[in-house]
């Protein structure tokens, strides 16, 4: 069964950082490429970043430089580290993981987590 639970939103200043958690069932972490998507109000949804089985991170041209994702194996969960927060990156940000590979680096997905809100003030 595909799990996804993302924790680690909240509010920041522009320039600060912050931590998104997403912890994925068994299945999912060891089977599925794993990455972001993002959705902000009245703009169209955006892939984040991506990593997949192999460990071959993908990143939208907006954020990288400033975002990295990566994966933690023993504890079966998928973080992204966003430093360098601009207003403009405030969003509902979600897991998602799809079993395609040729998906993976085009940030298209099968499953979603609930989503956590990031808020960057100016």
Known sequence: QVQL???GGGSV???GSLRLSCAASEVTYRGYCLGWFRQAPGKEGEGVA???LAGTTYYADSVKGR???SR???KNTLYLQMN???PEDTAIYYC??????SW???FLYNYWGQGTQVTVSS
């Not at 998602?96 to 590979?101: L, W």
Request: charged content about 20%.
């Open 84 to 86: 360098s927060l601009k």
């Open 67 to 69: 975002f990295t994702t």
């Open 5 to 7: 639970v993302e924790s």
């Open 96 to 101: 998602a993981a799809t079993p395609s590979v």
């Open 13 to 15: 200043q522009a320039g």
């Open 72 to 74: 933690d194996n023993a």
């Open 50 to 52: 991506s990593i997949d």
């Open 104 to 106: 993976c680096s085009k």
